[in-house]
């Protein structure tokens, strides 16, 4: 049977949420943690994304975050399949990394956004792993970030938890507060009840009564759709690829006829195809291809290597 296709929208928020294959502790060491972090900084970057909490355990992670650009699946696919390159990679492993395709739950922006930070920031605390008065100082929950605004990179927001939470400031106070909450919340079932802590990973969608009605003729729309809307959804994809592949070509004065005529290991080609990987979630397939650049391993070894070693010019004319 066809697996179902992702609702995506323009500024659609998301509880983004998966396992170690076989529940297996991909996360065991701080290194992996790490690097993890790092594919969701260099994943913000090349999609826009912004994440409103997170957290990393052992065997799996929780990620509550906004898409303006429509661009869950194509973000997902890169994070996800970039680390479990670089996770096998280092440890000489194969195979797969996860237990099969992420869990991507539709959620409310107004009802359900806030709660599901205070889920993902309470997690070690439900785990057992550390007590709330210790939380500000886990390392692997944004609660720090929240606490600490010098931390926090341009992708993270926490202005969700803060506003639910009482409409708390931005502030030093504000933040205060805020942990006093977390800390109440952890001790008051009911209150954990009234916000749905229990429907947080489960079925698909998180939020109030109305949300859910409205998502449910959303998802009957998409039936039957699937393989249009797919089409659909990566010819917008590459319709970004495009756009800024013609931007860089400005950048450095050539002509888009200059793509056929040039060999394709130019090194102003792969400036070009090396400024695209970085900013989105381009495919070497698709390199390849609009770009003349021979087949997608080439590419692939070529940009790489190039990355390592770039010509400092043209890599600033491309800034």
Same mark, same amino acid.
């Given at each position: ?32 943690? %790490? ?6 900084? /260099? ?21 509550? +975050? ?10 997902m696919s890169w994070l996800q399949g970039t680390f479990s390159v670089r996770f096998?990679?280092?440890?000489? /492993?194969?195979?797969?990394?996860? @237990?099969?395709?992420? =869990? ?36 692997? !929950? ?7 605004? =010098? ?27 805020? +942990? ?10 009911? %209150?954990?009840? =009234? @916000? ?37 959804? @990566? ?16 950048? +450095?004065?050539? =002509? ?5 005529? !040039? ?10 195809? %090396? ?7 381009? !495919? ?13 391993? /080439? ?19 491309? @800034?």
């Open positions: 049977m066809a697996r179902p296709l992702r609702m995506e929208s323009e500024a659609g928020v998301y509880h983004v949420l998966n396992r170690g294959n076989y529940r297996a502790d991909i996360f065991r060491t701080e290194k992996a943690k %790490a690097a993890f972090m790092k594919c969701l900084d /260099e994943a913000c970057g090349k999609t826009g994304w912004q994440v409103h909490a997170w957290c990393i355990m052992s065997n799996h992670y929780h990620l509550a +975050l906004s898409t303006p650009r429509a661009n869950l699946v194509d973000g096998n990679r280092l440890r000489n /492993e194969h195979g797969h990394l996860f @237990q099969g395709r992420y =869990k991507s739950l539709v959620v409310d922006p107004d009802a359900g956004l806030g709660p599901l930070c205070h889920y993902i920031h309470l997690n070690p605390v439900r785990a057992r792993l550390c007590q709330c008065t210790e939380l500000p100082a886990w390392r692997w !929950t944004s609660l720090g970030w929240l606490t600490v605004p =010098k931390r926090r990179p341009a992708w993270y927001d926490p202005r969700p938890a803060l506003e639910q939470a009482g409409g708390l400031p931005d502030t030093p106070a504000g933040r205060r507060k805020y +942990l006093e909450y977390l800390a109440w919340l952890s001790e008051d079932e009911p %209150a954990r009840k =009234k @916000q749905r802590f229990d429907e947080m990973s489960q079925g698909w969608v998180i939020g109030g009564g109305e949300f859910a009605k409205a998502m449910v003729r959303e998802n009957r729309e998409l039936t039957g759709h699937g393989r249009r809307l797919a089409a659909e959804m @990566q010819e917008a994809r590459e319709a970004v690829w495009q756009e800024e592949l013609a931007r860089l070509l400005r950048k +450095l004065r050539r =002509k888009p006829e200059e793509l056929i005529r !040039t060999g394709k290991s130019a090194d102003w080609k792969l400036a070009i195809a %090396a400024a695209l990987k970085e900013r989105t979630t381009v !495919t070497n397939r698709w390199l390849a291809t609009a770009m003349h650049m021979g087949n997608l391993h /080439e590419v692939s070894r070529k940009v790489n290597a190039w990355t390592r070693q770039p010509d400092v010019a043209l890599r600033k004319k491309l @800034q």
